[in-house]
């Protein structure tokens, strides 16, 4: 079983700059995409960034140039840097991982995702 947990949402300002963390724990073998989603009050979630186990990142249209997604291999960790913030960047933010676990001699495929952190922009 593997917890993501996120942390760094909080209130920003349009034009301003957020970080958000998510860590994975639990019997990790690997894993091959971590991303960031999030979804705005009364729309559907959608993806925000994703970066792969070789390094190759994806972005939205429109958070491209603005947010930076990167990753630390070894901690199992994910990070989104917000910059320029705008009122419609605002969302519960979700980290998703998608990889193997081995635990009892069995590798096993999971996809995870957090609990969600909020991020509010205002204007």
């Known amino acids: 079983q593997v917890q993501l947990v996120e942390s760094g949402g909080g209130l920003g300002q349009a034009g301003g700059s957020l970080r958000l963390s998510c860590a994975a724990s639990g019997t990790i073998s690997s894993i091959n995409v971590m991303g960031w989603y999030r979804q705005a009050p009364g729309k559907q979630r959608e993806l925000v960034a994703t970066?792969?186990?070789?390094?190759?990142?994806n972005y939205a249209d429109s958070v491209t140039g603005r947010f930076t997604i990167s990753r630390h291999y070894a901690k199992h960790t994910v990070y989104l840097q917000l910059n320029s913030l705008k009122p419609e960047d605002t969302g519960v933010y979700y980290c998703?991982?998608?990889?193997?676990?081995?635990?009892?001699?069995?590798?096993?495929?999971?996809?995870?995702w957090g609990q969600g952190t909020q991020v509010t922009v205002s204007s």
């Open positions: 970066i792969t186990s070789d390094g190759s990142t």
């Open positions: 998703n991982a998608d990889g193997i676990t081995y635990d009892s001699s069995a590798y096993r495929e999971f996809n995870s």
